[in-house]
């Protein structure tokens, strides 16, 4: 009977639910991560609550060596974790669900929708079998490619296979973990794996919505793309040629001096899409100059694109608050992209989750540093912009970080996990919550009065 009265009141507040079910996967995943047979050296609480905050939240931040650290079982259950983190534990369960009911509730629906798609979809079955069957077919190629790439580099038919699976899953959710010692650190100079990765990131971090209008398109054989398709392409493509362009700008002398030309740009378009919520690099990030830290720290905050594995503000948000820009710029009463206008209402949204996410990163990062009075960056002591990046990455759920992870002291681990939780849930249940006030209007305004802005 209590659960029956439990499960109604998740139903009617679909955002609790999503919390719920990452905290709870979370806080079972640190659990087994605890347990003697996942980890080979002494492993505190606190430590294994990080690696399981990390990688099911899709982050990639590590307090311990994850290649020495752990077991093989001990590997098996992050990348457990990250698969459910990607999708979704609420993916799954409604997944689930399904497999024992024909029809789910209109709150289920609603949080499936919000997810993954910018309108509601009548026929959730066939939409979660699409997003399955994408997921593994596209980790699957992946696994497959860095299985011939990491067996040409001597590593022998087991522990290529291991290391492939677990390399392809962590890409394409955009986890960033590695069982390498170095990370793709030590692939620096194999343009197969470099390439490998960077795709398995861009299925992942590119969006559910897209890839199924694209399928739509093509078997509808429609003619228009709608204005979400044409926002977040332009915005995705726009920010990878904008960090490969600037990376190489400001460290094509510097971070990658000891590379040819066809490498830097590899290199440069790696860490550009890589920076967007992934959190792998083949480059020490301590070892890029501050003009270029400071474009990690743009691109981690834009992040990934919505409806898909990634973090961040989304793509769509940041070119959503372009549009209303340049719009007002040029006379336009309202946002107008493509030549379609942006409901007034969508722009508010935008507006409030980048407020609130700038104010968390303000929040987190006084936070750190009070904890953390003296972080180490680059071979100084730039403790604001270590803590910064370190804040933004976690927010973000990105991974990348200059060093300040492993010297993390327990009020620090402790600030990072919250910052991740954050990241992930947080904003999501935020939207979901936008989402249902939207729903339901107020009938009534208030009188108009100005205020002086600027």
Not at 43 to 69: E, K, M, P, Y
Request: overall charge positive; proline content about 3%; some cysteine.
């Amino acid at each position: 009977m209590e659960w029956k009265r439990i499960n109604r009141k998740l139903e009617r507040h679909p955002a609790r639910a999503v919390i719920y079910s990452f905290a709870l996967a979370d806080i079972i995943g640190a659990i087994l991560l605890w347990c003697p047979f996942s980890h080979v050296k002494t492993l505190s609480f606190i430590d294994a609550l990080f690696t399981s905050t990390s990688a099911i939240c899709v982050t990639g931040l590590t307090v311990v060596n994850t290649a020495q650290d752990f077991t093989h079982l001990g590997q098996f259950i992050i990348l457990v974790l990250m698969q459910l983190g990607g999708l979704g534990v609420m993916t799954f369960s409604v997944f689930i669900a399904l497999g024992f009911k024909d029809s789910l509730s209109f709150s289920s629906r609603l949080s499936l929708q919000e997810s993954f798609l910018p309108h509601f979809t009548p026929e959730p079955r066939k939409l979660l079998f699409t997003i399955f069957a994408y997921t593994f077919i596209s980790e699957a190629l992946i696994a497959l490619g860095l299985f011939l790439c990491f067996l040409g580099h001597g590593l022998g038919i087991k522990v290529s296979l291991a290391q492939a699976i677990f390399h392809a899953v962590s890409a394409f959710c955009n986890a960033g973990f590695s069982t390498f010692n170095d990370g793709m650190i030590d692939f620096q100079k194999s343009y197969a794996v470099l390439a490998l990765i960077a795709l398995a990131i861009l299925l992942g971090n590119t969006g559910f919505p897209i890839v199924y209008e694209l399928l739509s398109f093509f078997k509808e054989k429609r003619h228009k793309l709608s204005l979400h398709f044409k926002l977040t392409v332009y915005t995705h493509v726009a920010l990878i040629i904008f960090g490969t362009v600037a990376f190489l700008w400001f460290d094509s002398a510097g971070a990658m001096a000891g590379l040819s030309w066809p490498l830097k740009v590899v290199t440069a378009v790696f860490h550009s899409v890589s920076a967007r919520t992934a959190g792998f690099n083949s480059i020490d990030i301590a070892h890029f100059s501050e003009h270029s830290i400071y474009v990690f720290l743009i691109l981690m905050v834009i992040g990934a694109c919505p409806g898909s594995t990634g973090g961040g503000i989304k793509t769509t948000t940041f070119a959503v608050l372009s549009c209303t820009v340049w719009s007002r710029l040029r006379g336009f009463p309202q946002a107008v992209a493509f030549k379609r206008s942006i409901p007034v209402d969508q722009v508010g949204k935008a507006v409030t989750l980048v407020f609130i996410y700038l104010l968390a990163i303000m929040l987190f990062h006084f936070f750190l540093t009070f904890t953390e009075p003296n972080i180490p960056f680059y071979k100084s002591q730039h403790e604001f912009l270590g803590a910064l990046f370190e804040v933004v990455s976690a927010l973000g759920t990105v991974g990348l970080s200059t060093g300040v992870t492993s010297n993390l002291n327990l009020w620090g681990k402790i600030c990072i996990i919250l910052t991740m939780f954050v990241g992930r849930v947080g904003l999501l249940s935020l939207i979901s919550f936008l989402s249902e006030v939207g729903h339901e209007p107020r009938p009534y305004r208030y009188p108009k009065e100005r205020v002086m802005v600027g």
